[in-house]
């Protein structure tokens, strides 16, 4: 399975994303120049963490209107896997492609620790190695993760069930304690925790990885059906 | 030549954690009069005129400069000479 790794200016988790999909995971991985890249050939795309554009007006609002947003959009139209943590996460709402926006965190602070996750839907296509309501251990850093959508929109998200992830703790007063959610086709994943700084027990935990491996997993089911 | 005058504000009912701590701050100056405070942004934009110049500067504001799902935007239009 080949993973793209979107690297806008000011990204700065692009390569634990890398290290996570070509090195934990064992697949192939390329970090891709957010100008020059050409997504077609990929079968899932990453947006990393970071500050893209030293989040100027908004966090994520200027990579949003770059040219490669057009080609994640179409990717996610196609149904390929895509992933955004932490500011890639805010570039997806930006973009449109997640309900919602992003405020400041509730206490005005850049927090970087671990928190506990609460896996709230386990049959998504970035959740089916965890089991429902598991708890894990993932790590935030995160100065706008207070993630707020209107009372409609939680409704939906809860409807549709769209929300991957919520906080044990809530750390930074996203509504409903959510800590990522997914589109209503399932396909793409936003959340502020940072899976893939949680990848191997030398360095913390391995809560993360699992998250792509149910990426691969479902690529696989889908690959085999298609061979 | 025309100089757009637009600010930005946090929507009614959108908590304002800046605003908050800006609030806080005050009152610790011991202005006990003060209720409320919302940080927004300000923005000038310099733009040749056209016909259809505000539906312009809505569709910037959409698209770009404001964050509908959380913010209003108001614009004044001076002419510059």
Redesign the interface.
């Known amino acids: 399975m080949k993973f793209a790794v979107v690297v806008f200016p000011g990204s700065n988790c692009d390569r634990d994303m890398y290290f996570a999909a070509k090195d934990a995971l064992g697949e192939e991985a390329d970090l891709v120049w957010y100008q020059e890249a050409d997504l077609s050939d990929y079968d899932a795309i990453l947006l990393p963490g970071g500050f893209s554009y030293g989040d100027y007006?908004?966090s994520g609002?200027i990579a949003a209107?770059s040219q490669v947003t057009e080609q994640i959009r179409a990717a996610a139209e196609a149904g390929k896997p895509i992933l955004g943590v932490c500011n890639g996460f805010q570039v997806l709402?930006?973009t449109g492609l997640l309900?919602?926006?992003m405020?400041?965190?509730?206490?005005?602070k850049f927090m970087c620790h671990y928190e506990t996750l609460i896996v709230e839907n386990n049959e998504t296509m970035f959740t089916s190695h965890y089991e429902k309501k598991e708890k894990i251990s993932i790590p935030i850093a995160h100065g706008d993760g207070?993630y707020?959508?209107?009372e409609e929109t939680y409704q939906t998200l809860l409807e549709n069930d769209q929300i991957a992830f919520t906080y044990e703790n809530n750390p930074n007063?996203s509504v409903g304690d959510i800590a990522g959610i997914t589109n209503e086709a399932g396909n793409v994943l936003g959340m502020m925790p940072h899976p893939e700084r949680a990848v191997e027990k030398l360095i913390g935990n391995e809560d993360g990885l699992r998250l792509f491996q149910s990426i691969l997993t479902h690529w696989r089911n889908n690959h085999a059906i298609n061979a | 030549m025309r100089k757009v005058k637009i600010h930005i504000t946090l929507k009614e009912g959108?908590?304002?954690?800046?605003g908050k701590?800006v609030q806080n701050s005050l009152r610790s100056l011991e202005y006990d009069n003060v209720n409320e405070v919302r940080v927004g942004k300000y923005m000038e934009v310099m733009m040749e005129d056209t016909a259809d110049i505000e539906k312009q500067i809505d569709r910037m504001c959409d698209?770009?400069?404001a964050?509908p799902?959380?913010e209003d935007y108001s614009y004044t239009i001076e002419e510059v000479v």
């Open positions: 007006l908004r609002a209107t709402l930006e309900p919602g926006a405020l400041s965190n509730v206490n005005q207070n707020y959508c209107d007063g | 959108v908590l304002d954690p800046q701590a698209q770009l400069l964050n799902v959380i």
